[in-house]
């Protein structure tokens, strides 16, 4: 998507709906400082953190992960647009504490114990935060006991596992396993992504869903939480 | 597929074996079909011990970085393989593929390579199983990868165009262990060059062939029989 011509562009003399392509244009392309100054323009004028958030950053990494998910964008650029998007985040967060944004629900997600891998944790952090729901993210090599103490403490209503390493991906079992041995395994949506897991896996080891990436998680999340607050409301 | 005779002093480069692979006919009754990462290691096996009887076919080593792609391809090899020979043995370890690779070599009815990953088998599994848990810091260097460490690591992953991004690649490493199956100081050198661009401790750990050379030798001494 870059194009020469991007230099000309005055991205405050855009009209809403122009600026908000082009800044998907910009995520595409990784350019922080663009992100950072369409996102200022957007809320002076009089956008909603809120719209901003889900129209222009969250519209334009959906873009992003789609190119991902069908070979046209490799993880560097992936890499530079969530470090675009995050730098609009940054400036639109506290504004969203103050202004109110729908809540979806609460995630604890971490990359399992003895795995240093957070590339994939961290995208799935970034859209699960721009999709609404709040996430307390544990970072790397996490034990059983992180785990399962952040999850009461933060009375959390998802648990995220990640693993790059074959020989790390069961340890995502030992969790599940010690759950159900302290009769909590239902209390949580669980779901586990990276790149060498799949759907057989998350079967196998009693995940309820394998997410292939931060898209899926997303919309698998949303799907999970409906079900929860369908059943608690037919309960 | 270059086609070379079964000699080290013909072996083809590292950027044919990295994106071209390796076809080496000898006539012989076994068949191993590996990762072109590690041509020049079976060749030194099979050469040091006389194993005449083995030929050896290689896919493009740039596989690895695409790990979905290496099962079908792989598939393709065997069965393009089948009939030719007494027995064919697969030389990758599970190399990403998440068990996939096992499933299809006992589908196959071949054998194939213990352990994850090259960096495993050269170490020896047993030993690299026994020092994961403290070593998961680690980055892992071969001959190979030291020789192609730019089109296996640097470029691959955007830090000639973006080296801004090392730290969210390696940020959580802390040493590089270059793993040596040959005493070269100029791959040596290399590896240490590595580790500093990558901002890590550098270990040079001399391995040599460990199970790779194992398993060869059982599975050809087999095919002798």
């Known amino acids: 998507m870059s194009d020469d011509q991007d230099d000309d562009i005055i991205l405050s003399e855009l009209e809403d709906e122009e600026l908000v392509l082009q800044m998907h244009d910009d995520l595409y392309d990784g350019l922080k400082e663009e992100i950072e100054e369409g996102v200022n323009i957007l809320l002076e004028r009089g956008w909603e953190p809120y719209e901003v958030l889900t129209e222009a950053l969250v519209g334009g990494m959906t873009i992003v992960g789609r190119d991902f998910r069908d070979g046209i964008l490799f993880v560097p650029e992936v890499l530079l647009a969530a470090n675009a998007m995050k730098a609009g985040m940054a400036i639109l967060k506290p504004l969203l504490v103050e202004t109110g944004a729908p809540r979806m629900g609460k995630m604890v997600i971490g990359t399992v114990k003895g795995d240093i891998h957070d590339i994939g944790k961290n995208l799935v952090s970034m859209m699960m935060e721009g999709a609404g729901f709040e996430v307390v993210d544990l970072g790397i090599n996490n034990a059983v006991e992180s785990y399962l103490e952040a999850l009461k403490s933060e009375e959390a209503d998802i648990l995220g596992m990640s693993a790059l390493l074959t020989t790390t991906m069961p340890y995502m079992k030992v969790v599940i396993d010690t759950m159900k041995a302290e009769g909590i395994r239902d209390d949580y949506i669980i779901l586990v992504g990276g790149a060498p897991l799949n759907e057989e896996f998350g079967k196998a080891i009693g995940a309820d869903a394998y997410c292939r990436d931060a898209a899926v998680a997303v919309e698998t999340a949303k799907e999970f939480i409906a079900r929860k607050h369908n059943q608690l409301a037919a309960g | ?225």
């Open chain 2, 1 to 225: 597929m270059a086609e070379d005779a079964l000699d080290m002093t013909t072996l083809p480069n590292d950027r044919t074996l990295t994106y071209d692979g390796l076809n080496a006919k000898a006539g012989g009754r076994v068949l191993v079909i590996a990762c072109g990462a590690l041509a020049r290691e079976i060749l030194a096996v099979l050469r040091l011990n006389g194993l005449n009887h083995v030929d050896l076919q290689c896919l493009p080593a740039i596989l690895h970085n695409h790990p979905d792609r290496i099962v079908p391809a792989l598939r393709d090899a065997v069965e393009a393989a089948e009939g030719r020979y007494r027995r064919i043995f697969i030389g990758y370890g599970d190399c990403g593929t998440g068990g996939g690779l096992e499933r299809a070599a006992a589908e196959m009815g071949v054998e194939m390579l213990p352990g994850a990953h090259c960096y495993a088998f050269f170490e020896g599994v047993e030993a690299f199983a026994a020092r994961a848990e403290d070593e998961f810091t680690a980055f892992y260097l071969t001959d190979f990868l030291a020789r192609q460490f730019d089109a296996f690591v640097w470029e691959p992953l955007g830090l000639d165009r973006h080296p801004e991004l090392r730290d969210a690649y390696f940020g959580h490493y802390e040493k590089l262990v270059y793993q040596a199956q040959t005493d070269d100081p100029d791959l040596t050198e290399k590896a240490e060059e590595a580790a500093a661009r990558l901002g890590l401790i550098f270990e040079r750990r001399q391995t040599g062939y460990g199970d790779l050379e194992r398993t060869l030798l059982r599975f050809a001494g087999d095919g002798q029989a």
